[in-house]
Nanobody, 128 residues
Framework: VQLQASGGGLAQAGDSLRVSCAVS????????VGWFRQSPGKEREFVAS????????YYAHSVKGRFTISRDLRGTSVFLQMNSLKPEDTAVYYC??????????????????????WGQGTLVTVSS
């Protein structure tokens, strides 16, 4: 499976930006896509996840209410709409895919271990 993240760029605080993740093929019969980000000098952190079939979503507290994760009907594109951007949102944003099962709680998909394929990342820079 291949993942291609795109749509990053420069924004000012308060602006909106949308990043996209193209998922090649259908890697699993049921899968989840997660967005993570890594700021300079910090560890990679979870942002949001979506179960592609059900549309079930989960967000990090830091972005809840500002970011929205969605997918197209085929599940081959996943989007992260970022509103009310803050300078602390500056990071390289990565998308990842992993098998999904409803047996696990949504919080499971906030862990990197839930995913086994990663995209290359797209840089989002937010100035104050």
């Amino acid at each position: 499976v291949q993942l291609q993240a795109s749509g990053g760029g420069l924004a000012q605080a308060g602006d909106s930006l949308r990043v996209s993740c193209a998922v090649s093929g259908r890697p699993y019969s049921s899968y989840a896509v997660g967005w993570f980000r890594q700021s300079p000098g910090k560890e990679r952190e979870f942002v949001a996840s979506i179960a592609v079939d059900s549309g079930r979503t989960y967000y990090a507290h830091s972005v809840k209410g500002r970011f929205t994760i969605s997918r197209d009907l085929r599940g081959t594109s996943v989007f992260l709409q970022m509103n009310s951007l803050k300078p602390e949102d500056t990071a390289v944003y990565y998308c990842a895919v992993g098998p999904f099962t409803s047996d696990y709680r949504s919080t499971y998909y906030s862990f990197e271990g839930a995913y086994d394929s990663w995209g290359q990342g797209t840089l989002v820079t937010v100035s104050s």
